[in-house]
């Protein structure tokens, strides 16, 4: 069944000239279908330059926008529609203007977890990858407005400085995890490395080894001496991490209310094989984007690529 979804699959992407892309935090098959697999920051670098005229976007809505803002003239789909984020819904656009309006002499920095109505209110997105450094290019005393993630806007705030007005938002993943499971853990492997998502809470940054973006902590796993990791971010990542190190060990952080070993984003797993496949066949779910939206978005998402490829 699966090899046969699989064909069927490869056959309608050749056919349409679709290209599937894919976040890190996907399930193993469809990472292993896609044709290209990537944090936020690649998954819109690689929609900005592809020459596709379908683009299947196997992760959450906001990136889905993103890849239709950037590319206005191509057919951009979604596996399964309700494949959302707790992180760009805990910032409703309306609430962020009002918000935004009470500072008028901010700069408005966004995390690309959010919808496109929030990225058109924004001067600059940030991904986890580049956050940082965009940051630091703006004066040390620049007045600047950080949304919706409350905790990598700490994090941010405290490895350079800054006091950044935030938004009170945070991932339902990255929220979650247990700072006392993760002591357990290290505990019951003393040599393992902690690595760390910023968009989790301080005190378990506080205890990591290393902390950055996915990409950031793909290549911290592949470079360093460490032979065990404890992962905290959504475990999807570890299916990467394995095929690029398969001698090391990778033992996903626990979440608190669970009896999980794991912590998964319920979003990121709604797509199937099954659903890519009626994706492609169909061409639906599609994304929409207003084009009056689309254009004041633009530009900010512009500002970051422009930024990243310095």
């Known amino acids: 069944m699966a090899l046969d979804i699989r064909e069927a699959i490869n056959s309608l992407r050749r056919e349409k000239r679709a290209v599937i892309l894919a976040h890190y935090y996907q399930r193993a098959d469809i990472q292993d279908i896609a044709d290209y697999v990537g944090d936020s920051l690649a998954l819109a670098q690689w929609a900005e330059r592809t020459d596709a005229e379908i683009i299947v976007l196997c992760g959450v809505h906001f990136m889905g926008e993103t890849a239709k803002i950037l590319c206005p003239d191509k057919k951009v789909l979604i596996p399964d529609a309700e494949a959302g984020c707790s ?94 499971k993760i002591l357990a853990l290290k505990r019951q492997y003393p040599q393992a490395a902690v690595i760390t ?8 940054i506080q205890v990591s080894d290393f902390v950055g973006s996915t990409a950031a902590l793909i290549g ?69 984007v207003d084009e009056a939206i689309r254009l004041r978005a633009l530009l900010p998402i512009r500002r970051m690529l422009d930024f990243s490829k310095k």
């Open 220 to 288: 911290f796993t592949k470079r360093s001496e460490h032979m065990q990791f404890i992962v905290a971010t959504e475990s999807g990542v570890i299916h990467d991490m394995r095929k690029h190190s398969p001698h090391k060990l990778f033992l996903p952080a626990p979440p608190e209310d669970s009896t999980c070993a794991c912590n998964e984003c319920s979003f990121m797993r709604l797509h199937t094989m099954e659903k890519l496949y009626r994706c492609l066949r169909d061409e639906t779910p599609e994304i929409q």
């Open 197 to 204: 998502h910023p968009e989790c809470k301080r005190p378990v």
């Open 87 to 180: 992180l760009a819904d805990s910032c409703p656009a309306s609430d962020f203007e009002t918000f935004v309006r009470q500072y008028p002499k901010h700069t408005v920095i966004s995390y690309v977890n959010t919808s496109a109505a929030v990225k058109a209110l924004t001067d600059i997105v940030v991904t986890s990858t580049n956050a940082r450094s965009i940051v630091e290019s703006f004066p040390q005393d620049a007045p600047l407005i950080f949304g919706p993630d409350r905790n990598l806007g700490n994090y941010i705030n405290s490895v350079t400085g800054r006091r950044m007005l935030l938004w009170d938002g945070a991932c339902h993943v990255h929220e979650q995890f247990s700072l006392e």
